[in-house]
């Protein structure tokens, strides 16, 4: 089981910048582990965001089409921080923002489900 604890969220206008960080604990195995970063807007159903597969399996990243090009994924090298660079954001980025983290065989953004997650960080894209 890993603990996760997610921070940077704040207030920014439409075309600013935040980066979140995921800090994990609790696990020696964080090379077995895929990260990724959901969030859910007020009234809409939870959105995986973008993700990072295992160490073990080489890291390949993943994005949704909605935030490809203006987020940017990434771990540390000791695997316990992950980011999630936002730029050019914009209103409809406005959400909960959750990391998760899961030691399954598949594709992080192929996991259907993901066994530990943090409490959120709000982000909120308003002018």
């Known amino acids: 089981q890993v603990h996760l604890v997610e921070s940077g969220g704040g207030r920014v206008q439409p075309g600013g910048s935040l980066r979140l960080s995921c800090v994990a604990s609790?696990?020696?195995?964080?090379?077995?582990?895929?990260i990724a970063w959901f969030r859910q807007a007020p009234g809409k159903e939870r959105e995986r965001v973008s993700c990072?597969?295992?160490?073990?399996?080489?890291?390949?990243?993943w994005y949704a089409d909605s935030v490809k090009g203006r987020f940017t994924i990434s771990r540390d090298k000791d695997l316990y921080t992950t980011y999630l660079q936002m730029d050019s954001l914009k209103p409809e980025d406005t959400a909960v923002y959750y990391c998760?983290?899961?030691?399954?065989?598949?594709?992080?953004?192929?996991?259907?489900?993901?066994?530990?997650w943090g409490l959120g960080t709000q982000v909120t894209v308003s002018s």
């Open positions: 990072v597969s295992s160490a073990v399996s080489g890291g390949p990243v």
């Open positions: 609790g696990s020696r195995r964080l090379k077995n582990y895929a």
């Open positions: 998760a983290a899961d030691d399954g065989p598949l594709s992080c953004h192929r996991k259907d489900t993901y066994d530990d």
